[in-house]
């Protein structure tokens, strides 16, 4: 018989919604799963927004202060979509509190703040899974299948974007991200790590790396209000951008391949263009987030002139047939974080961990401190 189990949504902005639906169609996708997620507790500090999410979600109880989750024993795991300077404090404490946590890269601010949650998770024996939704994609895991399987001989050489225009409007408002107190660094906390962490997934370990970082947009008008999302705030009283808008790493991988990973969160033109291209000395594979069911690939033994096919990822990849029935049927971002529910309820229910886990985010936070010491000595740094 299924087990119900408790969870709660500490932060209820757009993840912590995201969240939330994941939950509500786990069990719709992944029938077999032994756990029913149970929706018994929502925190948000903004008013009105907790009681909002009890309406439209059907959450047994709303709270302002999310510390009322850690004595509150219907819950028994929760998910933490809070800002990232929040990151370490709830994640302690509610695995402290013994309460299994899904949280949100990257983590906190630095690789400290990542290793103390990860500490405090193994310390309580809880489980704990991170948001590296792209790891989830059918095509990635087709991908790494063919890394795996020798296809494209040894990888020599990769690249990987991040390229967004969340940040390009000169009006966009000075949240938090903007905040080296608050946000962290930037664009590296924001979207390098989920290219340091398909990176790995992919290649394997980094050895060493080389950064530079750029701020284009140095000042920004201050919110008059709460913000969610991406707000504008023209006109408004102007203070500082205090994190990066921009990074690009050159990386020594520890199997002695070469990489380049590139984010910009001030990218005119770019909506979410997030991908990579791998190259080995008997073919290359590549992928584009935007047409997230297609991969290129090129195998084969001619090596020069050799074609590039497009393979249209389907059931036999990944946990596509858990979505659709056949090769051609477009999934969307909202079902990577779906698969991530699965990953987290699994762990709980297995005791054992899947998906990405705070060991992962511990390794990517290392790689982010280690582009942001490069940068700022322009230097190479050692893992």
Same mark, same amino acid.
Do not use: C
């Given at each position: 018989?299924?087990?119900? *189990?408790?969870?709660?949504?500490?932060?209820?902005? &757009?993840?912590?919604?995201?969240?939330?639906?994941?939950?509500?169609?786990?069990?719709? %996708?992944?029938?077999? @799963?032994?756990? !029913?997620? =149970?929706?018994?507790?929502?925190?948000? =500090?903004?008013?009105?927004?907790? =009681?909002?999410?009890? =309406?439209?979600?059907?959450?047994?109880? #709303?709270?302002?202060?999310?510390?009322?989750? @850690?004595?509150?024993?219907?819950?028994?795991?929760?998910?933490?979509?809070?800002?990232?300077?929040?990151?370490?404090?709830?994640?302690?404490?509610?695995?402290?509190?013994?309460? %299994?946590?899904?949280?949100?890269?990257?983590?906190?601010?630095?690789?400290?703040?990542?290793?103390?949650?990860? #500490?405090?998770? /193994?310390?309580?024996?809880?489980?704990?899974?991170?948001?590296?939704?792209?790891?989830?994609?059918?095509?990635?895991?087709?991908? /790494?299948? *063919?890394?795996?399987?020798?296809?494209?001989? +040894?990888?020599?050489?990769?690249?990987?974007?991040?390229?967004?225009?969340?940040?390009?409007?000169?009006?966009?408002?000075?949240? &938090?991200?903007?905040? /080296?107190?608050?946000?962290? $660094?930037?664009?590296?906390?924001?979207?390098?790590?989920?290219?340091?962490?398909?990176?790995? %997934? *992919?290649?394997?370990?980094?050895?060493?790396?080389?950064?530079?970082?750029?701020?284009?947009?140095?000042? !920004?008008?201050?919110?008059?209000?709460?913000?969610?999302?991406?707000?504008?705030?023209?006109?408004?009283? *102007?203070?500082?951008?205090?994190?990066?808008?921009?990074?690009?790493?050159?990386?020594?991988?520890?199997?002695?391949?070469?990489?380049?990973?590139?984010? $910009?969160?001030?990218?005119?033109?770019?909506?979410?263009?997030?991908?990579?291209?791998?190259?080995?000395?008997?073919?290359?594979?590549?992928?584009?987030?935007?047409?997230?069911?297609?991969?290129?690939? $090129?195998?084969?033994?001619?090596?020069?002139?050799?074609?590039?096919?497009?393979?249209?990822?389907?059931?036999?990849?990944?946990?596509?047939?858990?979505?659709?029935?056949?090769?051609?049927?477009?999934?969307?971002?909202?079902?990577?974080?779906?698969?991530?529910? &699965? %990953?987290?309820? !699994?762990?709980?229910?297995?005791? /054992?961990?899947?998906?990405?886990?705070?060991?992962?985010?511990?390794?990517?936070?290392?790689?982010?401190?280690?582009? +942001?010491? $490069?940068?700022?000595?322009?230097? &190479?740094?050692?893992?």
């Amino acid at each position: 018989m299924r087990k119900t *189990l408790g969870v709660a949504v500490a932060g209820f902005g &757009w993840m912590g919604r995201v969240h939330t639906q994941s939950y509500l169609r786990v069990l719709h %996708h992944f029938p077999d @799963l032994s756990v !029913r997620p =149970e929706l018994v507790a929502v925190a948000d =500090e903004v008013p009105g927004r907790a =009681e909002e999410a009890v =309406e439209r979600y059907g959450f047994a109880t #709303a709270a302002r202060d999310w510390r009322e989750l @850690l004595g509150n024993p219907a819950v028994q795991a929760a998910s933490i979509g809070a800002p990232n300077f929040l990151h370490r404090e709830m994640g302690v404490a509610l695995a402290r509190g013994g309460k %299994h946590i899904w949280i949100e890269k990257p983590v906190g601010l630095t690789a400290a703040d990542a290793r103390a949650v990860a #500490a405090a998770v /193994r310390g309580s024996g809880v489980q704990g899974t991170v948001g590296f939704n792209y790891r989830n994609a059918p095509a990635v895991a087709a991908a /790494r299948e *063919l890394i795996a399987g020798g296809e494209l001989g +040894a990888v020599t050489h990769a690249r990987f974007r991040l390229f967004s225009d969340y940040a390009a409007h000169p009006d966009g408002a000075l949240s &938090w991200r903007f905040e /080296r107190a608050r946000g962290g $660094s930037g664009v590296l906390g924001d979207l390098a790590a989920h290219g340091v962490d398909l990176l790995r %997934h *992919l290649l394997g370990e980094i050895e060493s790396l080389v950064a530079d970082t750029a701020v284009f947009i140095p000042e !920004r008008a201050r919110p008059t209000g709460a913000t969610a999302g991406h707000t504008r705030a023209g006109g408004g009283e *102007l203070g500082p951008v205090e994190n990066e808008d921009y990074v690009a790493a050159h990386l020594r991988l520890a199997s002695g391949a070469r990489a380049v990973l590139e984010a $910009s969160r001030v990218a005119v033109g770019d909506q979410n263009n997030y991908g990579f291209e791998v190259h080995g000395t008997r073919g290359a594979v590549a992928w584009d987030f935007r047409r997230m069911g297609e991969l290129a690939v $090129s195998v084969g033994g001619d090596y020069q002139d050799q074609p590039t096919r497009t393979v249209q990822v389907g059931p036999g990849h990944g946990e596509f047939a858990a979505f659709q029935p056949g090769s051609g049927n477009a999934m969307g971002y909202d079902d990577l974080k779906v698969i991530e529910a &699965w %990953h987290f309820l !699994r762990s709980i229910a297995e005791g /054992r961990p899947y998906g990405a886990t705070l060991d992962d985010a511990v390794r990517s936070a290392e790689a982010l401190d280690a582009m +942001a010491v $490069s940068a700022e000595t322009r230097a &190479w740094v050692t893992l």
